[in-house]
């Protein structure tokens, strides 16, 4: 059954898929990078699992909500008539250990962040919230792992932990439990997404401007960037070979440009710039009056 709300690439990542190829990140930056892409690949790889549920469910892909000012992600909600099940979704790789109410890497002192704490921290927002809008549904959360690499040692028994090897299971007991979806439930998923809140506020870029970033057309499929063209119809990625229309790339590029400067007044010239492998300013002046509108004349002209 296809999600009712789907999830979309933040705009952090989106933000960090351009940045990376534009400019040199630094190693923390692109820590960080990396461990919300791995975040981002874990949540598909469970999207991938509840998109096969048969029975009558609303699957609500990424969540942010805010309660009293405190903002708080849920990365896969459920709803069946009885009960909410939120899911706190991780794609951790290799072996942990649980000690003391604590993650550690297995041979490691540093603690992470305990994604059971995050789980505790949803659930206790999410219940005023659903009160707030009359529902007193009992809440049944569970951490997932996703990773089937992953080991956590000392797993305590009496945590809601889905361990890789029990998404199966999972899968089938949210198959099996007992749902009729009324109308109410459809309002209360219908606000729930309304509540969304598109601009997460964890956000965290490195800074950066227009002048110091490189220009090229970055690849819709592995993100590298592309800073020559062969042939004049189509647009190619040396990297992994991805073909696509000029067109198509122009305007992924322009929405790349506004993801990174929302307040930039949109110009052929500038798109030209951007762009850097199309060789007309007539061609992206076309594809601009396509499908964009040019507000004001002459030198201050540009598109909405
Ligand atoms: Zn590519």
Not at 125 to 153: A, M
Not at 187 to 216: C, E, V, W
């Amino acid at each position: 059954m296809p999600p009712y709300k789907k999830r979309l690439k933040s705009h952090e990542l989106r933000a960090l898929d351009s940045l990376n190829a534009r400019m040199e990140l630094s190693s923390k930056d692109k820590q960080h990078y990396a461990y919300l892409e791995k975040g981002y690949q874990g949540e598909l790889v469970f999207d991938q699992l509840t998109s096969r549920l048969q029975n009558d469910l609303y699957i609500l892909n990424d969540l942010c909500l805010e309660h009293n000012k405190s903002f708080f992600q849920i990365d896969t909600l459920i709803i069946s008539q009885q009960t909410i099940y939120p899911y706190e979704v991780k794609n951790f790789e290799g072996d942990y250990r649980y000690e003391l109410g604590n993650f550690y890497p297995k041979l490691s002192k540093d603690e992470i962040k305990n994604p059971l704490d995050q789980l505790k921290r949803s659930k206790s927002l999410l219940r005023p919230s659903l009160k707030n809008l009359g529902f007193q549904l009992p809440i049944e959360g569970s951490l997932t792992f996703v990773n089937p690499n992953f080991t956590l040692y000392q797993a305590p028994l009496n945590e809601p932990i889905i361990h890789p090897t029990q998404l199966n299971s999972l899968m089938k007991k949210l198959n099996d439990v007992p749902s009729k979806l009324t109308n109410r439930h459809k309002l209360l998923a219908d606000q729930l997404i309304s509540m969304h809140q598109t601009d997460s506020p964890y956000t965290r870029l490195p800074s950066y401007t227009f002048n110091g970033l490189q220009k090229g057309t970055i690849c819709a499929v592995c993100h590298s960037l592309i800073c020559s063209m062969e042939r004049r119809e189509k647009i190619v990625c040396e990297t992994c070979g991805h073909e696509e229309t000029v067109d198509s790339a122009v305007l992924r590029s322009v929405e790349e440009l506004l993801l990174l400067f929302p307040d930039m007044k949109i110009t052929t010239n500038i798109v030209y710039e951007w762009c850097r492998v199309i060789e007309s300013k007539k061609q992206i002046s076309r594809i601009l009056k396509q499908n964009y509108t040019l507000i004001g004349f002459g030198q201050w002209a540009h598109y909405e």
